[in-house]
C-alpha cells in the first residue's frame, strides 16, 4: 500500500481523534460501502460487492489506520477476502458433539457439565437487510 488514503484523510480533520470522538460517530465514519473499501485498499469492488452480498462490511477508521500493509496480520482479520466465500468441506461434526448430544442442541459430554447449543446461526444486525449469516450445513 502507498500513501494511504486514510492518513490524507485524517491529515485534513475529517476524522476526529478517537479521544475525542464518541463511539458512534466513529462509527458513523467506517468504511461502510463496497466501493469504499475497495478504493481505501486497492481491491477490485465487483469482488468486494460480492463478499458484501454475503457479509456485512464495514471498517472503523481505527482499525484501517492501524493496517500497515496488505496482507499483514490485521489487514487479514478485518478487509473482506474473495476466500471467505469459498466452500471447504470440512468434518461435519469435528469436536464429536454429536456423540455427547441427547437431545438436539445439548451437548452433554462429562457428568457435571452440559454446554446449550442457543443458536444455530450467527444472529443478524439490528437494522442490516443485506447482513446475513451463513449457517453450518
Known amino acids: 500500500m502507498t500513501a494511504s488514503p486514510m492518513s490524507s484523510l485524517l491529515s485534513e480533520g475529517v476524522y476526529a481523534t478517537m479521544e475525542e470522538d464518541s463511539w458512534q ?20 469492488p ?3 460487492r460480492k463478499i458484501a452480498r454475503h457479509f456485512r462490511v464495514q471498517i472503523t477508521p481505527y482499525y484501517a489506520e492501524l493496517i500497515k500493509a496488505k ?7 478485518v478487509v473482506p477476502d474473495p476466500a471467505e466465500l469459498e466452500e471447504r468441506d470440512g468434518a461435519a461434526d469435528p469436536l464429536s458433539e454429536d456423540e455427547d448430544s441427547p437431545v ?14 442457543s443458536r444455530t446461526c450467527a444472529p443478524r444486525t439490528a437494522g442490516s437487510a443485506r447482513g446475513s449469516a451463513r449457517s453450518a450445513t
Open 71 to 77: 496482507g499483514d496480520a490485521l489487514y487479514r482479520q
Open 25 to 44: 460517530r466513529i462509527l458513523n465514519r467506517s468504511l461502510k460501502s463496497p466501493e469504499e473499501i475497495a478504493h481505501f485498499f486497492d481491491l477490485d
Open 46 to 48: 465487483a469482488k468486494v
Open 104 to 117: 438436539p442442541s445439548i451437548v452433554h459430554r462429562y457428568p457435571d457439565r452440559v454446554l446449550f447449543l
